[in-house]
């Protein structure tokens, strides 16, 4: 039976100066360029558009990419959404390392906010990244448990209720996906 996706392989994201991109990601933040593609036209839509597109990768190999548009400056404009609503937390270990990734970037002239402690579980700092990108680097105190799980489930069950939502018994109900399996299930044996 159809497996849920594994794990994060990349997100991509614009950037209008790859240079910045490459000393941030790789300078500051210790990620490591695992790969970039050049290419004149857009595989998946056939424009011409020569782009550079760059991969950083964290420890497990997910990556950070991006793609910088000869002769496009678009990234950072706003649509509106605030600033605080999309970025992209990645794990630390140690509340120690926390503190001294907050002031390794402070160091580097980044303003950093936080430590900002969620729900006793999770304490995180906030940045920006050269492309206006809001960062967090998070260091999840406990593993989550079925109480947590439990808890969410109630969460969006009750928020769908107040705002009148549709799916709500589908979304609620049943997080898997149609036509997927749950993941505690045996795939069946294809006959051979
Ligand atoms: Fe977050």
Redesign the pocket.
């Known amino acids: 039976m159809l497996k849920p996706a594994t794990s994060l392989n990349h997100i991509a994201m614009p950037t209008n100066n790859t240079a910045e991109t490459y000393r941030f990601y790789t300078k500051v933040m210790g990620f490591k360029l695992k790969s970039a593609v050049r290419e004149e036209r857009v595989p998946s839509t056939g424009d011409e558009t020569p782009f550079l597109h760059t991969f950083f990768a964290l420890e497990d190999g997910s990556c950070m990419a991006f793609f910088d548009i000869a002769g496009e400056q678009f990234a950072g404009r706003s649509d509106g959404v605030p600033s605080w609503i999309r970025?992209f937390?990645f794990n630390v270990e140690t509340y120690e390392e926390l503190l001294s990734w907050k002031a390794r970037l402070e160091e580097n002239g980044i303003s950093v906010l936080g430590v900002i402690d969620?729900e006793g579980i999770?304490q995180?700092i906030?940045f920006f990244d050269p492309n206006g990108l809001r960062l967090?680097l998070?260091w999840q105190k406990r593993e989550l448990e079925p109480e947590d799980t439990a808890h969410g489930e109630e969460l969006v069950r009750q928020w769908i209720e107040e705002f009148n939502q549709k799916d709500a018994d589908e979304i609620a109900g049943d997080a898997t996906p149609e036509g997927a399996e749950p993941q505690d299930r045996q795939p069946e044996t294809a006959p051979a």
């Open positions: 970025h937390a969620h999770w995180s906030y967090e998070t």
